[in-house]
């Protein structure tokens, strides 16, 4: 990756990592509905006067039908579905717990890529790095699976159900929007996603309760313009310049990020099994990560991921 790359994903794992944090403090006031909600406000706001300013310069774009069903999709798979699960969960796990399974994405990425692009085999190698990442997988679930089944257990399986739409998403995304800009990429998933949490809201008939401390709407227009806007440009840039795999490689950094901020800011605990099944986790991905495969192709349709 050029220097200009390492930037941006630095950046990215900075901004995003940090988001377990934002989300712990918005979910100990408002709803996880909410705090989504009031996220995505933001985020769109954020990235209306992005593409705003972007369109001044190039002019306006025309989004095909074929966009709209792709970021209808995404609007789904990578912001409503994930920021929900991902905002309840955070009521009853900790912040740093929450960064480790999100950790996982890279793994589950491996997992699919396979399936859809040609050129990822399953190898040996890879094989002995899902199996240390799932046994990481079993080791922090077992603190919740000797007591049976309750609120922790069913957050710690929403998280993971997080990071697979996440990894699946990297790869959808890769594969169906090449010809748009990051900002109008971004600006579109956003707009879809407002859209589908509105529309829950609405369904439910849950109560829309704003926050009232100042700690509270910090926490999401830090999420709402620096996690999603800022944060979504960034993946899609990403994306496209250096692939799904190395950009997803992005969430290694969220465990550090996630677990230091949870015990420095919040005063959270950390018990062996978060240390040793995290570490296993990483050291699973990495491992996969670490095997030069093959180099990124323009053809459309056809995704090519290596060193």
């Known amino acids: 990756m050029t220097v200009k790359e390492w930037c941006k994903f630095i950046l990215l794992s900075l901004v995003w990592g940090s988001s377990f944090l934002w ?59 994930p920021f929900i699960l991902i905002a309840w969960s955070e009521q009853y796990i900790t912040s740093a717990l929450a960064s480790i399974i999100n950790g996982t994405v890279p793994l589950f990425t491996m997992l699919a890529a396979p399936l859809f692009i040609t050129d990822e085999r399953i190898t040996p190698i ?10 990481g997988v079993l080791i922090l679930l077992s603190p919740e699976l000797k007591v049976g089944g309750n609120s922790s257990i069913l957050a710690e399986i929403a998280m993971f159900g997080g990071a697979i739409l996440y990894a699946g998403s990297s790869i959808f995304a890769r594969r169906t929007t090449e010809g748009l800009s990051p900002g109008d990429q971004a600006l579109l998933q956003m707009s879809f996603g407002v859209f589908y949490v509105c529309a829950i809201v609405f ?3 849950q109560p829309v309760v704003l926050p009232r401390l100042p700690i509270t709407w910090g926490a999401v227009a830090w999420l709402g313009i620096l996690g999603s806007a800022v944060g979504t440009v960034l993946f899609f840039d990403l994306i496209h310049s250096i692939g ?59 995704v090519n991921i290596s060193d």
């Open 203 to 205: 369904f439910t008939g």
């Open 126 to 135: 890879r094989l002995v790095g899902l199996a240390g990442g799932f046994i």
């Open 23 to 81: 989300i712990k403090i918005a979910v100990e006031e408002v709803s996880p509905l909410v705090t989504v909600g009031l996220r995505l406000v933001f985020g769109l706001a954020s990235l209306a006067v992005f593409v705003f300013l972007l369109t001044r310069s190039r002019g306006l774009i025309k989004i095909s039908r074929k966009y709209l069903v792709v970021f209808a999709v995404l609007g789904m798979t990578n912001i409503a579905l």
């Open 244 to 302: 799904p795999t190395r950009t997803v490689i992005v969430s290694y950094v969220f465990p550090l990020v996630g677990v230091l901020l949870g015990v420095v800011v919040l005063h959270e605990t950390i018990v062996w099994q978060e240390i040793v099944g995290g570490l296993l986790i990483l050291s699973g991905v990495v491992f996969i990560n670490s095997i030069k495969t093959v180099r990124l192709q323009s053809q459309p349709g056809e």
